[in-house]
């Protein structure tokens, strides 16, 4: 705690104004490449939108352990289908990675960015037509902190010391120390606002939100399904009048369900089908840059994994240049486990690359004191873009070091709630976040949530902590560097490739740019595409 009040008095005393302020915000998601999208010549997305129209989204995961409880939303599904059609968050991430007010109307930072003034935007109402008030944006706030919830979000919120209204129509944090980017962490896909129950608590179970689209059905692990509504705040929008979500985890009835109309957007593309799809007259391909990344995740606390030469010579035996050729066909770039994508800000490439290289992988396992390991790897498609293909490799790759590798192939439905988390080596496929806090405190901070290494470094934790607050670009540089240095060394994430969102849509599904932090345009394409014919 006096390290906390430390760096809220340091970040105080460089007074820095409130312009130097946003304009650090705005700094914090300028991703290079990430937001814009690269469409396939004569993709009709340039026609002023029209409205009308009812268009399915194919999607590749999906759960019957899926819920309204946004503290438990874990995938694309959940963002698109209940966070982005359903509810709005206090802040919103454009298609060009810039965060702007939603349900706020404003916020203003003061104290050093240590508290944060949210003015609620008039006249917006929940689907019910209750007004929406600041004791519900703090019971949505709430129901992610303390100790009693997992929620995704809870290591973000952390950092929040108090909650409370300030009149009738606003809301203030206040921080345990400045944090310039936190109109950001108010965007994550767990925090929309929904209404507060009367007694205490927030009512998710009530099916009601502020966003663009009411929910009329939902199945966990079929889908969902959405009708306009009426009096949304956000003039002309939506567009459709109908948007229906399915949960379709096979690619190839993916890919049929698309060709034949069933569906008009299709996530998570084949790669080897991508080719035969490019010849369709009918289909486009859409191809978003995005901080996305393929990892396989040792649990740093469980053994063997608790022993970093284990983690080393893994590291070492893999093939990732093999992988790249033979699972993404050249479609994704190199990873080096470190989980910052290049075109972040205050992204490196820290040293050594780890390449495949069996003497070494050999000479980690002997320091950790084995000559042939046997370990599992738990692995489903709906874990990663070719987890399955990628593990097989890994497998054939990792036995010439003396390394066995037994892969268990999980079931898709239920991956995210029964195997990640909890098995000790994982297949994992991150979305990748806005800026490198929020990634780190989302993944990599002691007792975070959605620490699937399970990662503790106190060393990590006291850089993470300093550069929230720190105002001089060139210290925080350095922070972010030596934190990215850390985890490529002592880590417990393999992260061996960068990919785009390689999804198809049909021709008669127009859009502007596209959206490259989560899926589906940030979560939003239900509210900001729209259907030429």
Known sequence: MSKGNKQTGDFQSSQISRRELLASVAASAALAGVGSVMLKPGLANAAEPTKGGFMKFGLADGSQTDTLDPATWPSSFALAALGGSMCNNLTEILPDGSVVPDLAESFEPSGGAAKWVFKLRKGSTFHNGKNVTPADVIASMRHHMGEGTNSGAKAMLAQVGSIEADGKDAVTFTLNSGVADFPYLLADFHLPI???????????SAKVGTGPFLLEQFEPGVGAKLKRNPNYYKEGKPYLDEA??????DAVARTNALVTDEVQ??????????NMLKRNADIAIQLVPSARHD??????????FNNNDVRLALKYAINREEILDKVYFGTARLGNDNPLAQSMPFAIDPQPQHVFNIEKAKEHLKKAGYETLKIDLSVAPAAATGSVETAALFKEQAAKAGIEINLVQEADDGYWDKVWLKKPFVSVGYFGRATSDWLFTQFYQTG?????????????DELLAAARGETDQAKRAAQYAEMQQILHDEGGAIVYAFLNYTNAVSKKVGFNKVGGVFPLDNGRASERWWLTA
Do not use: C, R
């Open 448 to 460: 975070a949530a959605w620490n699937s290494t399970h990662f503790s470094h106190k060393k990590f």
């Open 194 to 204: 929904m209404p507060a129950k009367a007694g205490g608590g927030l009512d998710w």
């Open 265 to 274: 957007y299709m996530e998570e593309v084949d790669i080897k089908t991508l």
């Open 295 to 304: 990892s396989f995740d040792m649990n740093t606390q469980m053994e063997p």
């Open 244 to 249: 229906e979500f399915i949960v379709i985890t």
